[in-house]
């Protein structure tokens, strides 16, 4: 039971309270931030409703209010906000026909006195609006993860061209890259073959032309790379069969884009 505390007490009834870890900050959603108020005002709603469900004891339901008042307070929730908490929450529009289901959904970044106003006009067609921070410090500041290295990323369309000539190749690899380059030197491989054949130096120019995780999608992807650049080392035309009828397009398409 999440955030339960259960007690026995002495008749041996059990009464229920809310359970924090010791290493609990009680940090939440500063009330100045640039953030929608129905955000704000939900963590209110949230806390309270936690209180009032789980709580069996009026005592402990009276302790758990103040503490709650407290650390709000340090957060710079003000009385008024901890009073009516359900008063600022965004209504919609009432509909006329009786399917209380919205038409839609749209999701708008949050700008403060702009969002609010976009809001309201797009409720009144039946459209439920959600808003979202679009600038938060974390996007700004926290990178949770080292950038990949080219060779060892991962789901891949790439591009191989000769150290001594115009020869290339188009490939995909859903491995690493590095992985899938290394194979590049068996003598099955039509790029190792032609090393061989010409006595050039193994390639060291390669190009990262798309990055697709889903299979088949990266697959039509280089199938579109290697009808637009024509690869000489390509001996097919890649996994995903083109249809012709997409020559013209595939031409005259930067595929920068893709």
């Known amino acids: 039971m999440l955030d339960v505390l259960m007690s026995r007490k002495e008749d041996g009834r059990l ?17 100045d931030s640039h953030q929608p108020m129905e955000h704000k005002m939900g963590v209110i709603r949230t806390l309270r409703h936690r209180a009032d469900h789980i709580i069996t004891e009026d005592e402990d339901r009276a302790i758990e209010y103040e503490h709650l008042r407290t650390v709000l307070s340090v957060a710079g929730y003000t009385k ?20 209380s289901r919205p038409k839609g959904h749209v999701t708008l970044p949050y700008v403060v006195g702009v ?30 993860k080292d950038k990949d290295k080219p060779d060892d990323t991962c789901g891949v369309v790439y591009h191989l061209t000769c150290e001594d000539c115009d020869a290339q190749y188009v490939g995909e ?55 637009s650049r024509s690869p000489s ?8 069969r083109l249809p012709p009828i997409y020559n013209s397009l595939v031409q005259s398409r930067d595929l920068g884009d893709l």
């Open 15 to 31: 009464k229920f309270s809310v359970f924090r870890k010791p290493t609990h900050t009680d940090q939440y959603l500063q009330f």
């Open 80 to 99: 008024w906000a901890w009073q009516s908490p359900g008063r600022t929450k965004l209504t919609p529009h009432p509909r006329i026909h009786t399917d």
């Open 115 to 144: 969002t609010e106003a976009i809001t309201r006009k797009i409720r009144k067609t039946g459209v439920a609006v959600h808003s979202t921070p679009h600038t938060t410090i974390r996007r700004l500041l926290v990178a949770p």
């Open 173 to 227: 690899t859903e491995r690493a890259l590095k992985k899938r380059i290394s194979e590049h030197k068996r003598d099955s491989s039509p790029v190792a073959q032609h090393m061989q054949t010409y006595k050039h130096q193994p390639t060291k120019k390669v190009t990262i032309l798309d990055r697709e995780s889903r299979w088949f999608e990266r697959g039509v992807k280089e199938a579109v790379h290697i009808r």
């Open 233 to 240: 080392l390509n001996r097919d035309q890649g996994r995903h």
